[in-house]
């Protein structure tokens, strides 16, 4: 079972360094809110479809052409 995921490109303020700093990854807004205190979107979101989150290689017979 698959679900369709919306992650968007944000920015965060690092209240250590006092300044805002563009994330490297992009997330949902329930994981960013969960994350951090003050955040901002900024693009536009990315839909994904959900999996088991793990990399799943290819096998041979995939690779091969083989049914």
């Given amino acids: 079972m698959s679900t369709e995921l919306e992650r968007f490109p944000f920015k965060y303020f690092d209240p250590i360094r006092q300044r805002w700093i563009q994330a490297r990854y ?3 807004g329930k994981q960013i809110a ?3 205190e003050k955040w901002e979107v900024t693009g536009p ?3 994904q479809l959900g999996g088991s ?3 799943e290689p290819p096998t041979a017979s995939e690779k ?3 049914p």
């Fill in 64 to 66: 091969s052409g083989e």
């Fill in 45 to 47: 979101g990315e839909r």
């Fill in 53 to 55: 989150g793990q990399f």
């Fill in 34 to 36: 969960a994350r951090y």
């Fill in 26 to 28: 992009k997330a949902t």
